[in-house]
């Protein structure tokens, strides 16, 4: 079984089915729904122009997204998603990130 660690490991689809054989394997949940939860403020988004961007928060606040992914992978979790649920150009064109890269 794949270590239940941020970051350490990185499944193909050939592994992900191997294990469908074995378990059904969890999906984490919803990201935004536990981003809420923390009550950030426009100071945690990196100032009001990206308050609601919480793909932002991978930059100003990447110790809450890793906090969220821990907890799904400690509630049981085989699989987590990034936080990029908006994370395309149009999106992110309202707050002006479109061609931001890091």
Same mark, same amino acid.
């Given at each position: ?32 729904? !536990?981003?809420?939860?923390? +009550?950030? =403020?426009?100071? %945690? ?5 990206? #308050?609601? !961007?919480?793909?932002?928060? +991978?930059? =100003?606040?990447? %110790? ?5 992914? #821990? ?32």
């Amino acid at each position: 079984m794949a270590d239940k660690k941020p970051g350490k490991s990185i499944l193909k689809k050939a592994d992900i089915r191997e294990l469908l054989k074995e378990k059904i394997l969890l999906l984490d949940g919803g990201m935004g729904t !536990c981003l809420q939860a923390f +009550n950030l =403020t426009a100071k %945690d988004f990196g100032g009001d122009k990206y #308050e609601g !961007c919480n793909e932002y928060l +991978n930059i =100003t606040r990447p %110790d809450v997204v890793k906090s969220i992914h #821990e907890a799904y992978l400690k509630a049981g979790a085989d699989i987590i998603e990034t936080n990029s649920f908006a994370g395309s150009t149009i999106t992110l064109a309202e707050f002006e990130l479109q061609n931001k890269e890091n």
